[in-house]
């Protein structure tokens, strides 16, 4: 017998994302156009601009996808499309686009929470996911640390309490003029030199709670203190100091609950350092350590349909109705 096929779409925010993942969740094709250069010259993501590219990309990107898999529409199974958290005008992009082809092709659709596709992308990096694990999830918009005990099942351990840490290096990078997104470039120039300006670590010493706008600020003083300020250094000190705070938060909770597993999910998991210093701290546990490819941390659909194929088990197909929840949060355990 074939395997069931799963449409994923994902338009949240500015990349366009399309996916077939089957039921054992193998990944039969994942598109993503991204629309970084066209918001590259305003330091961020412009809504109206990225909600005018999705409409203008969403069907080569999802035709794209389909003949990757080399499948049609009538062939799957069903169409899982990111219904929140985002940009309203984006997410009415992919969700109207996944009604009406599930509709002409008779097949259900079903909303999908965008943090629980980041959440789902471990099984990007492993099918095999043990539970319970500790799961990180760092991204533009959010910054949490998680508890998973079961397939979906979240516990809150604790979450930023103001900017997220990719907003953190996207605000650094565009005060530096370096551009939009900040993390892989001031990831690059990081990459192998020293921490010499000592910043703050906020909140190390506390929980799992996180803040990065106090060291945000400070980096900015630093500079304007310095006009002579070397970006390397800068962004050595910024990343360093980011990492010994995800560190530390990651190290309490291997202590306090010596799980199996560590999965580290969401955009800021494309950053090497980030990669390699979680590898050390999972080897030092003896823990494994569960992060997705690259390409499967930034926004994509393929994370859509993993999670998709879990919402469909459990919740089954979404209301004709449903619409953008710009403001969507995670349902904890
Ligand atoms: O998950 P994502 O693609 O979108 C959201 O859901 O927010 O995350 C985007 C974030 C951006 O802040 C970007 O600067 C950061 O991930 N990012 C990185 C790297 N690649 C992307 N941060 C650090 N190092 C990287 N290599
Ligand atoms: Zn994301």
């Given at each position: 017998m074939t395997a069931q096929l799963l449409l994923a779409i994902e338009t949240s925010c500015d990349e366009t994302a399309a996916a077939v993942v089957d039921e054992t969740l193998a990944v039969r094709s994942s598109v993503v156009a991204s629309q970084v250069d066209l918001h590259a010259a305003f330091g961020g993501v412009v809504p109206e601009l990225a909600s005018r590219a999705h409409v203008e990309t969403i069907t080569p990107v999802v035709t794209q996808a389909l003949a990757d898999a080399g499948?049609?529409?009538?062939?799957?199974?069903g169409v899982a499309v990111t219904?929140?958290?985002?940009?309203v005008g984006a997410l009415l992009v992919g969700i109207a686009t996944a009604k009406a082809l599930a509709l002409g092709w008779g097949v259900p659709v079903v909303g999908v929470n965008h943090l629980e596709g980041h959440l789902a992308s471990v099984y990007l990096a492993d099918p095999d996911v043990p539970f319970p694990h500790v799961a990180l999830l760092v991204s533009g918009g959010h910054c949490m640390l998680t508890r998973a005990t079961a397939p979906g099942c979240y516990q809150l351990l604790g979450e930023t309490v103001d900017d997220s840490i990719g907003e953190a290096y996207d605000k650094i990078a565009r005060f530096l003029g370096?551009?939009?997104?900040g993390g892989p470039v001031l990831d690059r120039l990081a990459?192998?030199?020293?921490?010499?300006?000592?910043?703050p670590r906020p909140?190390?010493?506390?929980?799992y709670a996180f803040s990065f706008s106090g060291l945000k600020t400070a980096v900015v003083n630093q500079v304007r203190g310095d006009p002579a300020f070397s970006e390397v250094e800068v962004a050595a000190s910024f990343v360093a100091a980011c990492m010994d705070v995800l560190t530390a938060k990651l190290r309490r909770a291997l202590e306090e609950f010596g799980d199996p597993a560590l999965a580290i999910v969401g955009g800021?998991?494309?950053?090497p350092i980030l990669r390699q210093r979680a590898q050390v701290l999972a080897d030092e546990f003896g823990t494994r350590l569960l992060i997705p490819p690259q390409a499967m941390a930034t926004d994509n659909a393929a994370m859509i349909g993993v999670a998709g194929w879990h919402a469909l088990a459990t919740r089954g197909p979404s209301p004709g109705d449903f619409g953008p929840e710009p403001d969507l949060r995670l349902r904890f355990a």
């Open positions: 499948v049609t529409g009538r062939e799957l199974a219904s929140g958290p985002g940009l370096l551009g939009y997104p990459a192998g030199h020293e921490d010499s300006l000592a910043f909140m190390l010493g506390e929980g800021v998991a494309a950053s």
